[in-house]
Each structure stands twice: as C-alpha cells, then as structure tokens.
C-alpha cells in the first residue's frame, strides 16, 4: 500500500519570503501522479499543483513549484514571495495512474503553514 | 474550472436520526466520486469510493449500513449517515472526477454535529 509522509507539523514563514513544506512517499508502483492541496480555514480543498511521474520537468504554478526526486521518492513544494493568503494547511497527496490500483488518493498529515506579517 | 458543491454544508440532528448529505458536480459528469472524513487537525480519510451506477466500495473498517452511499447519475451522490450517534461527529467532505480528469475537485464539505 502507498503511503505518504509529511515530516514538518508546522511551519512558518515572513510574508514575502521562500518556503519549502517536504513530502516523501512510498510506492511500488512506476505511473502515478502526485499534488498538493491547500486547505484554507473555510476548509475547502484548493489544488495547487500537479506532477505527472512520468514527467522529468518539475511543475510550476506561478509562485508554486515542486522539486519531483522520483528516485527518492520525494515531492518538496515551495512557495515563493510568501502571502498572507498562503497560510492554511497544504496536504500532500498521491494517486496511482492505473485504475486497477484504485483511484483514490493518498493523503499525507498534513502541514499547517503560518505566514508572519 | 470543475465545481463541485455539497449540501448541507452544516448539520446538526439528534442521536438516533439519519442525515443525507449531497454531492453534486455542476459542470462535468463524475464518473466517480470518493467521500472522506476529517477529525479536527488531521488529514483526510477516505470512507469509500463510488462508481455511477455501482454499488460503493468500503475502506477497512467503514460500516456500509451505516453510511449509506448512493452514486445514480453522474452528477449526484449522496452519503446517508443512519441512525447518528455523537462519534459521526465530523466534517464529512466529497469529491469528483470525470472519466477523462486525473485530478479530483472537491466540495466545500459538510459539518456533522450529533448530539
């Protein structure tokens, strides 16, 4: 079974500034897809972004990217000129690509993201 | 973009009774929708995955006779919680996808308090 880890609770960051919020995963499997998801305190699910396994270029999303590790099975995100409106908890999230293996996603604890004026 | 969108978005009933709780998507037809349910600070757990027009499948250790998924078009499922007791306390969210999407959109959720 797939499982992922997000090893930091809680993190915080000064508006304008760089964060980074790490995500491993374990897998078997060599297709999947992976994202993050932002959860503000209206506790809507908000994507952020998306990875295709398959892909060797790292997503990008205006201020957010990823750095995709497949080999070591990581899956960093990081936001740039950090926002008052970042702060909520970002939750990482993997899902196989093929259906046999079930469609749903994989979700990691979560980390609580803090912006400081 | 795709919506998706839940009602109640809050509840509050007596042990005892059954609430149902609706998932619709309004602007793509969901093949398939997931329901989940999240405890105050901790992530999202998956109860059980629905295919229109097919019966749920369960996660380990989610009672089908008591949450009661019913997925018949592909825009509607609803998630029937029977007979409510204080613990199904929870924020009960849904989401949807479409044949061709890989990315699943997600309802604003449902608060369940039971008293």
């Known amino acids: 079974a797939q499982t992922v880890t997000q090893s930091q609770p809680e993190m915080s960051v000064q508006e304008a500034e760089t964060v980074t919020l790490s995500c491993t995963y374990d897998?078997?499997?060599?297709?999947?897809?992976l994202f993050w998801y932002k959860q503000p305190p209206s506790r809507q699910m908000i994507l952020v972004i998306r990875?295709?396994?398959?892909?060797?270029q790292n997503a990008t999303e205006n201020r957010f990217s990823v750095n995709f590790q497949k080999a070591a099975k990581s899956f960093s995100l990081k936001i740039s000129d950090s926002q008052l409106g970042d702060a909520a908890m970002y939750f990482c999230?993997?899902?196989?690509?093929?259906?046999?293996?079930?469609?749903?996603?994989?979700f990691g604890p979560g980390t609580r993201l803090s912006v400081l004026p | 973009g795709a919506v998706v969108s839940q009602h109640p978005s809050r509840v509050i009933c007596k042990s005892g009774t059954s609430v149902k709780i609706e998932c619709r998507s309004l602007?793509?037809?969901?093949?398939?929708m997931f329901w989940y349910r999240q405890f105050p600070k901790q992530s999202l757990m998956l109860m059980a995955t629905?295919?229109?027009?097919?019966?749920?499948?369960?996660e380990q250790g989610v009672e089908k006779d008591k949450f009661l998924i019913n997925h018949a078009s592909l825009t509607l499922s609803t998630l029937t919680v029977t007979s409510a007791h204080p613990e199904d306390s929870s924020f009960y969210i849904c989401?949807?996808?479409?044949?061709?999407?890989?990315?699943?959109?997600f309802g604003p959720g449902t608060r369940l308090l039971v008293l």
């Open positions: 989401s949807a996808k479409g044949d061709t999407q890989e990315t699943q959109y």
């Open positions: 897998t078997s499997e060599s297709d999947y897809y």
């Open positions: 990875q295709e396994a398959y892909k060797q």
């Open positions: 999230a993997y899902r196989s690509a093929h259906s046999n293996y079930g469609q749903n996603f994989v």
């Open positions: 602007d793509f037809q969901a093949t398939t």
């Open positions: 629905s295919n229109e027009g097919s019966k749920a499948t369960y």
